[in-house]
């Protein structure tokens, strides 16, 4: 800029004087005063403004000293910062709303689920303070049906402090070498019962039957498999089945997969299968038993040995639950 305005200033000084040497001198003087005024001006009202606002969304003292020789960056490099820290905003703006979003809905589902076993219970107490307390009939049967809403809401307020404990990292896992098969066994002959209800199979794919060895908190991931099958069970059709395969997949890892041929969930529901409380449409509308917290635990447990769990689904056409483990070095 000083060099354009000086080269200008000169121009005219040569073309009123024709003389060259007075155009030089016009056009030293021109360039020494305009440069100097020029570069003033851009420290004291751009490159100043400049530096705070760089030290704002660099999370700096704007307050500080502000020293010319410490800030080196140009205007694109700072432009490229603030287009950055602009588009950090906008991801961290979002995220909260999706936040708040989810506090809400927790906070809806939560209420939901701990006002209908506290209702039963008011109900059963209030008719039983009305008078049939004294009814041999009514007595035992309504006392025995507050018990079990007790059990359910005391089983509600656990499966939150597990929860909580999981993602405060409160939870120590105790690891050991086990048999994924054994233990695969084992959980389905304790549901069986459950699963004979409804004519449901339990069992282990064919060519999975290899005996593998697992090295993690046992009892954490039988609490996974026995959660998983149950949900298998709840939500498959009658007479229809719960599968579990077993695979190696390199790199000291074991793949588990839950698969039933039950109702399914939707590509949008699948992806919110381990949000606490969230259960589908088609879940509710059946009044299938449960509060809605069971895959969010599952989810925790696997994350805290360090791996995944990811969820394929079909409507109508079954749900299949796959995570890792890591496999026994010895």
Known sequence: ??????????????????????????????????????????????????????????????????????????????????????????IEITRLQHNESFRKEFLMNLAHELRTPIFSIQGYIATLLDGEINNPEVNIRFLENAARSTDRLSGLVDDLREISHYESQQIRLEKSNFSIQKMLKKVFEELQPLANNRDISLAIKKGCEGDYMIWADAARIEQVLTNLVQNGIKYGNDKGHVLAGVYPVGSGQILIEITDNGIGMKPDQSIRAFERFYRTDEARTADKQGNGLGLAIVKHIIEAHNHTISCRSEQGMGTTFSFTLDQDQD
């Open 1 to 90: 800029m000083a060099f354009s305005t000086s080269l200008f200033g000169a121009v005219v000084v040569w073309f009123f004087s024709s003389t060259w040497y007075y155009a030089l001198i016009a056009f030293c003087i021109f360039f020494i005063f305009s440069y100097f005024l020029l570069s003033y001006l851009l420290d004291r009202f751009i490159h100043q403004k400049i530096k705070v606002i760089y030290k704002l969304i660099s999370k700096e003292k704007a307050s500080m000293k502000l020293d010319t020789d410490q800030f080196d960056k140009t205007i694109d490099e700072v432009k490229e910062d603030v287009e950055k820290w602009a588009g950090e905003k906008r």
